[in-house]
């Protein structure tokens, strides 16, 4: 039943480097979200439960809406203990790049792990983003996959490996799925990806309570945010790109944490001309832009034409380094421009 999905990863590669290996780091991207954090703390419980050591390293400080995923406690922050995880990095034979494919979008982390001897160590990749950067020994790399989850689930599951995922790990590995496919209803088309979820039911997961985690837990602060926040969309000219600029001082209002705005981009996408979506943070480390779309729209094309961001075809990001009303004139300029090109008047 498996057989035609197992063909297309590397997981004899994969296998192996686990097998050879009993340091390993699992680490993902800046602004970890349920598949970054889902994809490296499955994988951890399953090497834990093969008697290796590892440890999960993500950039900043994960999202504390997510703080009920399956260890997440025990997630080292690079940027709040940055010696602890040199060391770790530097004792490990092996370490994995989860949901991510550039070390450029690890930060501080990223640029540690870009200045070790690369011969050093094992380097194995597990994503599921557009264009690789990185050189690993293993590389595993599905831009059609629906997360980084359906990836690493996939591929454990085809392997030996498979007798050491329980529960807790199935639990994470489900978690990304539906995180990062908005329960199963974008990015989602692929057949296979619904026998994957079958074999995670298998494992005796609590799929409404994940769902009830997932989507029912955010704070009332939040939701007032989310109010402000679309209070504040504007569709763009005679676009149907809608925008959503949240300066820093809307932010400090409603006493912003990271991981507050999750799943805020997705909602002007509801209204029925929408069909690209556009939400604006003015951040400490620089203003950052979350796109989303629906169908033939690519805005990863845009984020990396215009500002050097990238990502998905429905969903890109990027960061841009100005003032935050600077960025916002000019995002609203740029996409003005850019739907003119990829979707020009006809006179009829
Ligand atoms: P989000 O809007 O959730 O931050 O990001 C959406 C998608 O775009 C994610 O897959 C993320 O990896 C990617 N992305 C976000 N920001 C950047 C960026 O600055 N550069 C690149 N290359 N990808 C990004
Ligand atoms: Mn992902």
Redesign the pocket.
């Given at each position: 039943m498996m057989a035609n999905i197992l063909s297309k990863y590397n997981v004899a590669g994969l296998e192996k480097a686990i097998n050879e290996h009993n340091t390993i780091i699992l680490t993902c991207?800046v602004?970890a979200?349920g598949d970054a954090l889902g994809s490296t703390l499955g994988l951890q419980q399953v090497l834990v439960n093969m008697g290796k050591k590892c440890s999960v390293i993500v950039p900043d400080l994960p999202p504390t809406n997510l703080s009920w995923i399956q260890g997440f406690k025990t997630a080292h922050a690079y940027e709040r203990e940055i010696e602890a995880c040199d060391s770790l990095i530097e004792e490990a034979d092996c370490i994995f790049i989860m949901?991510?494919n550039?070390f450029?979008?690890a930060k501080l982390l990223g640029e540690k792990l870009a200045s070790i001897d690369k011969a050093s160590k094992c380097w194995v990749m597990v994503d599921h983003?557009l264009d690789p950067v990185e050189d690993c020994d293993v590389k595993i790399s599905d831009p059609t996959a629906s997360a980084t989850c359906e990836v690493i689930f996939n591929c454990l599951f085809n392997s030996a490996l498979k007798e050491y995922i329980d529960v807790k790990a199935a639990s994470c590995f489900y978690t990304g799925i539906i995180t990062d496919t908005g329960g199963l209803s974008y990015n989602s088309s692929n057949p296979d990806l619904y026998l994957l979820v079958a074999e995670l039911l298998r494992f005796g997961i609590d799929k409404e309570s994940i769902h009830d985690k997932i989507f029912n837990n955010k704070s009332v602060r939040r939701l007032k945010l989310l109010a402000a926040s679309l209070k504040r969309m504007i569709v763009i000219g005679d676009t149907n790109v809608a925008y959503i600029g949240l300066p820093k001082n809307l932010l400090d209002k409603y006493h912003y944490m990271t991981g507050d705005t999750?799943g805020f981009?997705n909602v002007p996408l509801q209204a029925k001309n929408v069909q690209c979506s556009i939400?604006l943070m003015d951040r400490p480390d620089g203003v950052?832009?979350?796109?989303?779309s629906k169908g033939n729209f690519s805005v990863?094309d845009f984020?990396?034409k215009y500002?050097?961001?990238?990502?998905?075809f429905n969903?890109?990001?990027?960061?841009l380094n100005m003032p935050f009303e600077e960025a916002e004139a000019r995002i609203i300029a740029d996409m003005q421009e850019y739907f003119n090109t990829v979707c020009p008047k006809t006179n009829s």
């Open positions: 991207h602004n979200d949901d991510y550039a450029s979008r983003h999750e981009v939400l950052k832009a979350s796109l989303r990863s984020a990396q500002y050097g961001g990238g990502g998905h969903a890109s990001g990027a960061t």
